[in-house]
């Protein structure tokens, strides 16, 4: 690691100048405007592949394709043979992860917590894929803007922390996520000095800068959050608290009308089971479409209910296996999601 | 420092709470690292690693060296976009997500300000994209409409992203240089200008573009309405398109007009113009620009926007779209924001210049923007004790940094290898600086020029 002080642009308030009292520094974080433009840069050469675990957020297959490379898409699934109830309960497939692995893979992306699903995956779960990355000497982007909202005691873990892993993973953050201020546009990346100087190229080419006051009041958030870390005052501690709440009050809701939720473990997203309902979906125009997105057309119409259909979140290949979900989201005020019940209780007093 | 500190506490927190459980991690944050061999750097990256702004600024942080260098202002902005930014960031719904392409009451004020100088509707949905900083229109630009293989003239000296920006696009890019007017010692970047022959021999068939910078960081040419009619027909007649880079259009100065090449006829259809907020507000630090072009055009930058950065923060946009307002009911009256900073400007420029002047050198004053640059051939610095290869240029800022404690930039960071010799006794100053920091310099400089004339006759 070199001693060499790296330099920084002025208006970056982490002064990257001179290692501290500590010694050179172990990591460097990179500010970046937003998570979406980290994840461009880690994108690779032509015909490079990038697995993308499924359901993803959308961005990371436009991401992919803008950097000439190919995704290959591997899907959590719900466990056989026993009621989903959890994101817990969706897995992946050791065996058909290693199958995707080939010559040209050169980094796996995953989502922990996950959107849309709200999955937190465990440490045994973090292990097989290190372990592929390791044998396959494969890169991990690791898309962790969630990272604070995890209920019910589900722990996130970082897969940067596991043997072998800190110098081949990119660990992507979120002033938006971690503050409720997505607004704000400031997010980093973390990772190895020799990963990071590449991304900074990017970074030179492209904005350059990220917004200065937005960085100082990120900072100042954080210096505050650092003194609270692990106390009742900690806002990493409330917003989960109050957001379990409202968590635990939509499943009811969507249990009373007959939608089977599943409950997330992390995130700010549930997804819904919507095969047991039965609804006269009977508008020509939408004929063509996948069950979910018509159903959620529907939804909209006849309910006046705003939800995304699952399968978006899907590659082509796989996303007719996944059509019968939809999306909540449920960080929202009181009144929206007491509107959202009073929709969904009178829709199963009708049935 | 601080944050540095702090997110090394943060790892260290992390490492802390991995060593507490079960599982060994022992590797973490470990100085003998299993390094992934084989991956490097994409190739769209490979040679941009050097950075002039990156190579400087650090250095000139040192609060005991005065800086004339990198391009930011130390004047305050106008006290009115900065409480309309804390006023937006009160309301709740500014501090989540808005518009992708722009926020709507941004894109509305960006389209009636710029509706009225155009003189025709700007579509605020389908004809502007605003970007983080005019760096991020610049991207957009080139992403989302140069090739791989194609070629993109651009007119030295240029900003210095330019360059790095094509060819992370896979594009060539293909260089002209302004040049003086031969014979006659240049005293202002009027004198500068492109010849149209040389200009014309280097559009070819893989031409996709031209980048113009108008007004010009670092000479300050304001180019004249003949300067980019000729440009335009020779897009026309190639078909290529134009990149024009504005973010200075406010900053010109009396008996200059600056001229939007998008108006020039058959121009509007293949030009993209871009504008920043830092630039017109002062507020380097919002990182908010804009393109402005036809829906055809943006649409593509609207592609790339939603696949990288996907908006721009909103309560930044907001305060903004505050701004252009207030200074839209005033335009062409003397309080104006685009025209008071000029006119502050123009001040704080002729002393720069009578300053060098008096010192022996010469400088090149320019018609627009807020840089100079200046001849430091009469000085007669000996520099041969430096090694290495870089320019004249970058060896004598960095003696003068480290010696004389004043930071320029080094003019030959804006222009390529062959024009290198034309350029390496100029550097560049920026002179949008308070009046005590302007006068402390001067004070300052002035000292040292007459020193260094002191020193150069004995």
Same mark, same amino acid.
């Given at each position: 690691?070199?001693?060499?002080?790296?330099?920084?642009?002025?208006?970056?308030?982490?002064?990257?100048?001179?290692?501290?009292?500590?010694?050179?520094?172990?990591?460097?974080?990179?500010?970046?405007?937003?998570?979406?433009?980290?994840?461009?840069?880690?994108?690779?050469?032509?015909?490079?592949?990038?697995?993308?675990?499924?359901?993803?957020?959308?961005?990371?297959?436009?991401?992919?394709?803008?950097?000439?490379?190919?995704?290959?898409?591997?899907?959590?699934?719900?466990?056989?043979?026993?009621?989903?109830?959890?994101?817990?309960?969706?897995?992946?497939?050791?065996?058909?992860?290693?199958?995707?692995?080939?010559?040209?893979?050169?980094?796996?992306?995953?989502?922990?917590?996950?959107?849309?699903?709200?999955?937190?995956?465990?440490?045994?779960?973090?292990?097989?894929?290190?372990?592929?990355?390791?044998?396959?000497?494969?890169?991990?982007?690791?898309?962790?803007?969630?990272?604070?909202?995890?209920?019910?005691?589900?722990?996130?873990?970082?897969?940067?922390?596991?043997?072998?892993?800190?110098?081949?993973?990119?660990?992507?953050?979120? &002033?938006?996520?971690?503050?409720?201020?997505?607004?704000?546009?400031?997010?980093?990346?973390?990772?190895?000095?020799?990963?990071?100087?590449?991304?900074?190229?990017?970074?030179?080419?492209?904005?350059?800068?990220? &917004?200065? &006051?937005?960085?100082?009041?990120?900072?100042?958030?954080?210096?505050?959050?650092?003194?609270?870390?692990?106390?009742?005052?900690?806002?990493?501690?409330?917003?989960?608290?109050?957001?379990?709440?409202?968590?635990?009050?939509? &499943?009811?809701?969507?249990?009373?009308?007959?939608?089977?939720?599943?409950?997330?473990?992390?995130?700010?997203?549930?997804?819904?089971?919507?095969?047991?309902?039965?609804?006269?979906?009977?508008?020509?125009?939408?004929?063509?479409?996948?069950?979910?997105?018509?159903?959620?057309?529907?939804?909209?119409?006849?309910?006046?209910?705003?939800?995304?259909?699952?399968?978006?979140?899907?590659?082509?290949?796989?996303?007719?296996?996944?059509?019968?979900?939809?999306?909540?989201?449920?960080?929202?005020?009181?009144?929206?999601?007491?509107?959202?019940?009073?929709?969904?209780?009178?829709?199963?007093?009708?049935? | 420092?601080?944050?540095?500190?702090?997110?090394?506490?943060?790892?260290?927190?992390?490492?802390?709470?991995?060593?507490?459980?079960?599982?060994?991690?022992?590797?973490?944050?470990?100085?003998?690292?299993?390094?992934?061999?084989?991956?490097?750097?994409?190739?769209?990256?490979?040679?941009?690693?050097?950075?002039?702004?990156?190579?400087? #600024?650090?250095?000139?942080?040192?609060?005991?060296?005065?800086?004339?260098?990198?391009?930011?202002?130390?004047?305050?902005?106008?006290?009115?976009?900065?409480? *309309?930014?804390?006023?937006?960031?009160?309301?709740?719904?500014?501090?989540?997500? #808005?518009?992708?392409?722009?926020?709507?009451?941004?894109?509305?004020?960006?389209?009636?300000?710029?509706?009225?100088?155009?003189?025709?509707?700007?579509?605020?949905?389908?004809?502007?994209?605003? !970007?983080?900083?005019?760096?991020?229109?610049?991207?957009?630009?080139?992403?989302?409409?140069?090739?791989?293989?194609?070629?993109?003239?651009?007119?030295?000296?240029?900003?210095?992203?330019?360059?790095? @920006?094509?060819? @992370?696009?896979?594009?060539?890019?293909?260089?002209?240089?302004?040049?003086?007017?031969?014979?006659?010692?240049?005293?202002?970047?009027?004198?500068?200008?492109?010849?149209?022959?040389?200009?014309?021999?280097?559009?070819?068939?893989?031409?996709?573009?031209?980048?113009?910078?108008?007004?010009?960081?670092? =000479?300050?040419?304001?180019?004249?309405?003949?300067?980019?009619?000729?440009? *335009?027909?020779?897009?026309?007649?190639?078909?290529?398109?134009?990149?024009?880079?504005?973010?200075?259009?406010?900053?010109?100065?009396?008996?200059?007009?600056?001229?939007?090449?998008?108006?020039?006829?058959?121009?509007?259809?293949?030009?993209?113009?871009?504008?920043? *907020?830092?630039?017109?507000?002062?507020?380097?630090?919002?990182? =908010?620009?804009?393109?402005?072009?036809?829906?055809?055009?943006?649409?593509?930058?609207? #592609?790339?926007?939603?696949?990288?950065?996907?908006?721009?923060?909103?309560?930044?946009?907001?305060?903004?779209?505050?701004?252009?307002?207030?200074?839209?009911?005033?335009?062409?009256?003397?309080?104006?924001?685009?025209?008071?900073?000029?006119?502050?400007?123009?001040?704080?420029?002729?002393?720069?210049? !009578?300053?060098?002047?008096?010192?022996?050198?010469?400088?090149?004053?320019?018609?627009?923007?807020?840089? @100079?640059?200046?001849?430091? #051939?009469?000085?007669?610095?000996?520099?041969?004790? @430096?090694?290495?290869?870089?320019?004249?240029?970058?060896?004598?800022?960095?003696?003068?940094?480290?010696?004389?404690?004043?930071?320029?930039?080094?003019?030959?960071?804006?222009?390529?290898?062959?024009?290198?010799?034309?350029?390496?006794?100029?550097?560049?100053?920026?002179?949008?600086?308070?009046?005590?920091?302007?006068?402390?310099?001067?004070?300052?400089?002035?000292?040292?020029?007459?020193?260094?004339?002191?020193?150069?006759?004995?």
């Amino acid at each position: 690691m070199s001693n060499t002080p790296p330099t920084a642009p002025p208006s970056s308030t982490a002064s990257l100048s001179s290692g501290s009292e500590l010694g050179p520094p172990l990591v460097r974080p990179l500010p970046l405007p937003g998570i979406s433009s980290s994840q461009k840069r880690r994108q690779r050469e032509k015909k490079s592949e990038v697995i993308i675990v499924e359901p993803f957020f959308d961005c990371y297959q436009p991401m992919v394709l803008m950097a000439g490379g190919t995704g290959v898409y591997v899907p959590l699934r719900p466990k056989e043979g026993s009621t989903v109830l959890s994101s817990g309960d969706w897995v992946l497939s050791a065996e058909e992860l290693a199958s995707k692995i080939t010559p040209r893979t050169k980094a796996i992306v995953i989502n922990t917590p996950n959107n849309p699903l709200g999955k937190v995956y465990k440490i045994e779960e973090l292990q097989m894929i290190a372990d592929l990355c390791i044998k396959h000497d494969l890169l991990c982007f690791s898309d962790e803007v969630y990272e604070w909202l995890t209920y019910d005691g589900a722990k996130h873990v970082k897969i940067a922390s596991l043997p072998g892993m800190w110098e081949r993973t990119i660990t992507v953050g979120s &002033a938006g996520k971690t503050f409720s201020a997505t607004g704000w546009k400031v997010g980093w990346a973390i990772s190895s000095g020799n990963l990071i100087k590449h991304m900074k190229i990017i970074h030179q080419n492209s904005v350059y800068h990220c &917004a200065t &006051a937005a960085q100082e009041a990120v900072s100042h958030g954080f210096d505050r959050e650092y003194e609270l870390f692990g106390t009742p005052e900690s806002y990493f501690q409330q917003l989960p608290s109050m957001l379990h709440q409202k968590r635990q009050k939509l &499943a009811s809701c969507l249990r009373s009308a007959g939608l089977q939720p599943i409950m997330p473990e992390g995130g700010y997203f549930m997804i819904t089971d919507i095969s047991s309902v039965k609804v006269d979906l009977n508008d020509k125009s939408t004929e063509d479409e996948s069950y979910d997105f018509r159903f959620v057309k529907w939804l909209i119409k006849e309910k006046g209910l705003a939800t995304i259909p699952v399968s978006a979140f899907f590659s082509p290949e796989h996303s007719k296996e996944f059509d019968k979900y939809i999306r909540f989201c449920f960080v929202k005020e009181n009144s929206t999601l007491e509107a959202a019940e009073e929709i969904l209780r009178k829709w199963s007093q009708k049935e | 420092q601080l944050h540095m500190n702090f997110t090394l506490r943060v790892l260290n927190r992390f490492r802390f709470l991995c060593r507490s459980s079960p599982i060994n991690c022992r590797r973490f944050c470990t100085s003998q690292p299993i390094m992934a061999s084989r991956h490097t750097h994409a190739k769209r990256i490979e040679g941009l690693d050097k950075n002039v702004w990156v190579a400087f #600024t650090s250095v000139a942080a040192d609060p005991s060296i005065v800086n004339l260098g990198q391009g930011y202002p130390d004047i305050p902005p106008p006290s009115y976009v900065k409480e *309309a930014l804390a006023k937006a960031a009160s309301v709740d719904r500014l501090n989540q997500y #808005t518009r992708g392409f722009g926020h709507p009451s941004l894109v509305k004020a960006l389209s009636q300000v710029y509706g009225k100088i155009y003189g025709r509707q700007v579509d605020p949905l389908k004809e502007i994209l605003v !970007t983080v900083g005019g760096y991020g229109s610049l991207f957009s630009a080139m992403q989302g409409l140069v090739d791989e293989g194609d070629e993109v003239i651009i007119v030295e000296p240029f900003f210095d992203c330019y360059v790095p @920006m094509v060819r @992370m696009a896979g594009a060539k890019p293909v260089l002209i240089p302004l040049r003086p007017q031969s014979g006659k010692k240049t005293f202002s970047s009027a004198d500068w200008y492109l010849d149209p022959d040389e200009l014309s021999a280097k559009f070819s068939s893989k031409t996709k573009a031209i980048i113009i910078n108008t007004p010009n960081n670092p =000479l300050g040419k304001v180019f004249t309405r003949d300067e980019l009619q000729m440009i *335009a027909d020779l897009c026309v007649k190639h078909d290529t398109l134009c990149f024009s880079d504005e973010v200075y259009e406010w900053l010109v100065y009396k008996g200059h007009q600056h001229v939007k090449i998008a108006t020039l006829p058959g121009m509007w259809d293949r030009t993209i113009t871009i504008g920043s *907020a830092g630039k017109t507000f002062s507020v380097t630090g919002w990182k =908010l620009g804009w393109s402005i072009g036809p829906e055809h055009l943006i649409k593509h930058l609207q #592609t790339v926007m939603q696949n990288s950065l996907y908006t721009c923060a909103t309560p930044l946009q907001e305060a903004v779209a505050q701004g252009l307002l207030l200074n839209y009911k005033l335009m062409g009256q003397p309080n104006c924001y685009f025209s008071s900073l000029a006119e502050e400007l123009e001040g704080k420029r002729d002393r720069l210049a !009578t300053i060098l002047q008096e010192a022996g050198m010469t400088p090149v004053i320019p018609e627009g923007g807020y840089f @100079m640059l200046v001849d430091v #051939t009469p000085l007669k610095q000996d520099l041969s004790h @430096m090694g290495g290869d870089e320019a004249y240029d970058y060896k004598f800022v960095k003696w003068m940094i480290k010696e004389k404690k004043l930071a320029a930039i080094p003019v030959t960071a804006f222009v390529g290898d062959e024009s290198k010799e034309q350029f390496e006794k100029y550097i560049r100053l920026c002179f949008i600086k308070s009046s005590g920091n302007l006068r402390f310099a001067f004070s300052l400089f002035y000292r040292k020029i007459a020193l260094w004339k002191q020193q150069g006759k004995s």
